[in-house]
T-cell receptor, first 114, second 114 residues
Framework: DQQVKQNSPSLSVQEGRISILNCDYTNSMFDYFLWYKKYPAEGPTFLISISSIKDKNEDGRFTVFLNKSAKHLSLHIVPSQPGDSAVYFCAATVYGGSQGNLIFGKGTKLSVKP | ETGVTQSPTHLIKTRGQQVTLRCSSQSGHNTVSWYQQALGQGPQFIFQYYREEENGRGNFPPRFSGLQFPNYSSELNVNALELDDSALYLC?????????????FGQGTRLTVV
């Protein structure tokens, strides 16, 4: 039973265009969501997060959108750069709860082509 | 400020053996979590340590155990290794609560059980 789902295993985008990575969740108790980026041979790196009291959070080229009624969130990268090529993980948890109990999706491999 | 470091980076063990993986947490972080990432999957929460005590556990059998030391570094021990234990083991350090600061991951230990 997967509580956090990333249904697209891979995504290919041209440099300069928008990348949109999607994530769905099933547990309505989740109220805090995070995106991590992972390069080969490295650990995941925190990218951006959003609380359920917001529907949008922006940090430079990265924006996360949350649609609570649809239990869906998305990460937008604009403009995409070749250095953004990595695996992106969506994670969910309960705000104020244990940091350890992050529930991750399977990841989406983003390839940004020059 | 030092990051999260894990050792060793790679390890090959035989089924039935025992293994110990090590993690040094980021400076100022008193909470350490361990995750298992199987091929093609997202990280799965094993357990968390806070102030040298286990503070939450995922769906892993008792042969997965851990320790946290006064300097907040941590060990993950796995007894009676099985072939399915082959995975990337990630350590993440953080402050105790989500939203304070997000979890910082080490580069992982790649364990292969033959």
């Amino acid at each position: 039973d997967q509580q956090v789902k990333q249904n697209s295993p891979s995504l290919s985008v041209q440099e300069g265009r928008i990348s949109i990575l999607n994530c769905d969740y099933t547990n309505s108790m989740f109220d805090y969501f995070l995106w991590y980026k992972k390069y080969p041979a490295e650990g995941p790196t925190f990218l951006i997060s959003i609380s359920s009291i917001k529907d949008k959070n922006e940090d430079g080229r990265f924006t996360v959108f949350l649609n609570k009624s649809a239990k869906h969130l998305s990460l937008h990268i604009v403009p995409s750069q070749p250095g953004d090529s990595a695996v992106y993980f969506c994670a969910a948890t309960v705000y104020g709860g244990s940091q350890g109990n992050l529930i991750f999706g399977k990841g989406t491999k983003l390839s940004v082509k020059p | 400020e030092t990051g999260v470091t894990q050792s060793p980076t790679h390890l090959i063990k035989t089924r039935g053996q025992q293994v110990t993986l090590r993690c040094s947490s980021q400076s100022g972080h008193n909470t350490v979590s361990w995750y298992q990432q199987a091929l093609g999957q997202g990280p799965q929460f094993i357990f968390q340590y806070y102030r040298e005590e286990e503070n939450g556990r995922g769906n892993f059998p008792p042969r997965f155990s851990g320790l946290q030391f006064p300097n907040y570094s941590s060990e993950l021990n796995v007894n009676a290794l099985e072939l399915d234990d082959s995975a990337l083991y990630l350590c993440a350090s953080s402050l105790p609560r989500v939203g304070g600061t997000e979890a910082f991951f080490g580069q992982g230990t790649r364990l292969t059980v033959v």
